[in-house]
C-alpha cells in the first residue's frame, strides 16, 4: 500500500472504532507508537490520520499528552453543508443518494412565499435520500423555480450532482441562507431514515440566490444526528475566514 | 411615544402575531399603508420594523410585493450565537435566567477530555435555565476551568453576564468552536423546558479557548425549536464577514 493512502486507510479504521464505541468518548486514543505497530506505518501517516480525527472533533487532547476521544458524531464543518458528497469523502466514507420523486407542480404556501413566487407559478419538486456507506444519512427535499429546475428533469439525479449541473446549465447560484433547527421525524422521515416517528432530526433550510437576490432554491434537509452535525470555529472580535462552495 | 421607540413596537406586535399564528406562514402581511394607519405612524418607522422581520428571516418577499410570512421562529443570527441577552433583545423579548446550580466537581469523561483536563482536575459547572419573556427557551450546561471558573462563585448568575464578568476578571475568551446537532429531551431538558421528554432540541456544544488555544469552556445549550433556530449567510467563493462577540 503506498504511503499517500495509507493514512486514509488508518483514519478510517480508527473513525470506525470511535462510531462503534470501541474507543469509547471520554477514553484515550492508542499511542502513535501503538498505531505505528498495528498498521506497520511510520510517524507520518498516523500523524496525518490523527490530525483529520482531530479536524472532525472527534478526538481532541494532544499538545504532549494522549489524544482522547470526544465524540462519535464527525463534524460537518461549515465550509462544506452544501456538499454532502464532499464532506462524506472528507470522513472517508462512500456517499450515495436514492431519488424518491421528481416533478413539476403547485408549491405549498410557504415554499412559494420562501421563493417569492407568483400565485400561479410552479417549481421543480425533488425528494432524495442521502446515504453514507449505504446507510440513510439525510432527507433532502429541494425545490426550484422552473426556470432553473427544469433542468433537473432529463438527467439521472441518483448519479449527478445537481448544483455541477445546474452550474453547467448556467444557473447563477451565488448566495445561500442557511437556518439550522430541530425537528421531529414526520412519518416519511421515520420510513426513510429509518428511525422512530417523532425522533430528532437535524434541519437544514436553506434558500439559494442569485448574485442580484432572486430566490433560486428552497431546501429542507434533515439529518439523522447519530450521523451528522454541523462545527463552526470563530474568533473574538475578528472576522473568521469562511468558504463554502456551491458544488454537490 | 417617540418615533425612534415606535419601529421597536410594531415590530415586537408583529412578531407576536407571526409567532401567533394570526399571520400564517405563506400568507401576505398588512400593506405598508395599512400598518401606518394602524400605528398612526409615517412610512418611516413602518419600514423599520419590517426591515427588522425580514432580517430575523420572519418575512420575505418585497421587491415591489407585498411582503409574506416565512416563518413563525426568529433565527439567531450566527454572529450572535454567543450572546442569549443581546440575540433576545434584537428581537424585542426580554431575556432572563434561572441559576438550577452551581459548584465545583469531577468532571464526567467527556467534559474532562474536552477540557484537556488531569485525572484530578475539578471544574466549576452550572446549569441555568434561560428564558425569553419569562418562558423557557433554553438549558444551559457549562463547565469552566476551575482557575477561570471560580470568578463565578461570588457573583448572581441570575444578573451578572458570565462572559462579562470572566472578561473583567481576566480570563483570555478568545477563540471558540460551536458544533449543532439535534437531541432528544431527557427529562431534566424536559421538566425544565416544559415539553415532553424525547422531543427535539437544538443543540450547541461550545469549545471556548484562550489564544493559544488552551480550553476554558465546555457548554451544552439546548434550545426549543419553537423559540430558536441558528442562521448564517454565505456567499459563493467568497470570504463572508462573521463576527461573534464573546459576550452574554
Do not use: K
Amino acid at each position: 500500500m503506498v504511503e499517500s493512502a495509507l493514512h486514509l486507510t488508518i483514519a478510517t479504521e480508527l473513525r470506525g472504532r470511535i462510531r462503534a464505541g470501541e474507543l469509547p468518548v471520554g477514553g484515550p486514543m492508542p499511542s502513535e507508537s501503538e498505531l505505528c505497530r498495528e498498521f506497520s506505518a511510520s510517524r507520518g501517516p498516523v500523524r496525518q490520520a490523527l490530525a483529520a480525527l482531530r479536524a472532525e472533533g472527534l478526538i481532541g487532547g494532544g499538545q504532549g499528552r494522549r489524544a482522547v476521544v470526544l465524540d462519535t458524531v464527525a463534524a460537518q464543518p461549515f465550509a462544506t453543508l452544501l456538499s454532502f458528497s464532499r464532506w462524506a469523502e472528507m470522513i472517508g466514507r462512500t456517499p450515495g443518494q436514492v431519488t424518491q420523486e421528481i416533478g413539476v407542480g403547485r408549491p405549498g404556501p410557504a415554499v412559494a412565499a420562501a421563493l417569492n413566487l407568483d400565485a400561479g407559478d410552479d417549481v421543480v419538486a425533488l425528494v432524495r435520500l442521502r446515504l453514507l456507506d449505504g446507510e440513510p444519512a439525510m432527507v433532502e427535499r429541494t425545490s426550484f423555480v422552473t426556470s432553473v429546475g427544469r433542468a433537473l428533469l432529463d438527467v439521472d439525479l441518483d448519479t449527478v450532482s445537481i448544483y455541477a449541473h445546474l452550474a453547467e446549465a448556467g444557473a447563477d447560484l451565488h448566495t445561500a441562507r442557511h437556518t439550522l433547527d430541530a425537528v421531529a421525524a414526520d412519518p416519511r422521515d421515520a420510513a426513510l431514515l429509518g428511525v422512530a416517528e417523532g425522533s430528532p432530526l437535524l434541519r437544514e433550510r436553506r434558500l439559494a440566490m442569485t448574485s442580484t437576490g432572486e430566490p433560486l432554491e428552497w431546501s429542507d434537509d434533515r439529518y439523522r444526528p447519530d450521523v451528522a452535525s454541523v462545527t463552526i470555529t470563530n474568533t473574538r472580535s475578528a472576522h473568521a475566514a469562511m468558504v463554502r462552495h456551491l458544488d454537490d
